[in-house]
């Protein structure tokens, strides 16, 4: 697997409203396992949608890690407009997203619905597999791109879930 799309429960879905919250680290500690991971299968692109939770968290542990591991990083954002009415904290995260190796949009502003099923068959399509935090117990409409990815007998979906989180949380307690 040389190109792996990341996705996952945004910031609010988990209940985290501020940067130092306790459970960012726990997820970060998951998140730089299976990166590393993925470089000892030979990781060549993270892709990411330009979201804001999991998929900066992971862009953050990736742009710490891209130099020493030799892969890049790539944001396609849905739409050029994608973030515009963020707050002022977010803004820098979206700029942040906007430094990654490579960057691109797939429209320039929202028509209608169909664009989002366009756009998640493209970030299949064009991908190896996933790295999804996703857990079918905690549902949010991430579950209709998640169905999109599992119809498909060969992509590779790698679910990082709250029982993961969990043993994580044990091992440090040790």
Known sequence: MTSILVTGYRNFELGIFKDDDPKIGIIKKAIKRAILQYCDQGLEWLIFTGNLGFEFWTFEVAEELKSEYQFQTAVIFPFQ????NWKESNQEKLARFKQADFVKYSYESYQNPSQFRIYNQFLIDNTDGAYVFYDSEAETNLKYFIKQ?????????????FENLNEILEE???
Request: charged letters at 15%.
């Open 149 to 161: 990815m599992t119809s498909n007998n060969h992509y590779f979906v790698d679910f990082l879930t």
């Open 81 to 84: 407009t994608h973030g515009q």
């Open 172 to 174: 440090d307690e040790w």
